[in-house]
């Protein structure tokens, strides 16, 4: 394996605190942190054929087709940059036929490990339900962290709002269709023998050190 960081995926409900831990993930290994909803971010703001596309089914609500995903990730995947240094992935794949796309994309320079962040549902309600954010920075805040000033932001002044989209009824949707679609893609993993589950239940530190001694067993097991 030599220098190279480890290959990550990264699942986990909305509210499991993903976001945070590829963060941390990602300077602990000194690898990129590729997170699906940045790039897809990015593609919108180029212009692109792609991202018209993109557009296109984010305005009806509806989810993205398989090839636009993978026509999107593949692009960042295939940089020497990610090959030579590793990376963690957020929000990627989503579906087995992602995955497939996932295990092309790379051959031979097969993935380390799928983790599975493990967070009860009732949990991720409260999280999500209680969720507010900058509408001008994109700052999150939430239960734990609340802006010094109520209902501005400590980052830039902008006013922290709840998003249309974080209602009880739309979180519980999100999370009904994220077990639809997750639930052949950690069958999936499982039978590759690239699954690992982590409890992501405590406090963001003690989280972090579960994800590193299981990323750290793995990669002493494949070396």
Request: include cysteine; hydrophobic fraction near 35%.
């Amino acid at each position: 394996m030599g220098t190279r960081g480890p290959r990550l995926v990264i699942l986990g409900k909305q509210g499991a605190g993903k976001g945070t831990q590829c963060v941390r993930l990602s300077r602990h290994y000194l690898i990129p942190h590729i997170s699906s909803g940045d790039m897809f971010r990015a593609e919108l703001r180029s212009g692109s054929e792609a991202g018209e596309r993109l557009n296109k089914f984010m305005k009806a609500g509806e989810l993205l087709p398989d090839d636009i995903v993978i026509e999107v990730m593949g692009h960042r995947l295939g940089t020497d940059s990610t090959k030579e240094r590793g990376f963690i992935l957020d929000g990627f794949p989503r579906t087995t036929t992602q995955a497939e796309a996932l295990f092309d994309e790379l051959g031979t320079a097969e993935l380390d490990m799928a983790i599975d962040l493990q967070v009860p549902t009732d949990v991720v309600l409260r999280r999500l339900a209680g969720r507010r954010v900058c509408q001008d920075c994109g700052q999150n805040y939430g239960l734990g962290k609340v802006p010094k000033q109520e209902g501005i932001c400590d980052l830039c002044g902008g006013e922290v709002i709840q998003r249309e989209d974080d209602t009880e009824e739309a979180i519980s949707r999100r999370l009904k269709l994220y077990e639809q679609e997750t639930e052949p893609l950690i069958a999936w993993y499982l039978s590759r023998d690239k699954l690992v589950t982590v409890d992501g239940l405590n406090e963001p530190d003690v989280v972090t050190q579960r994800l590193v001694r299981s990323i750290d067993r793995r990669l002493e097991r494949v070396q």
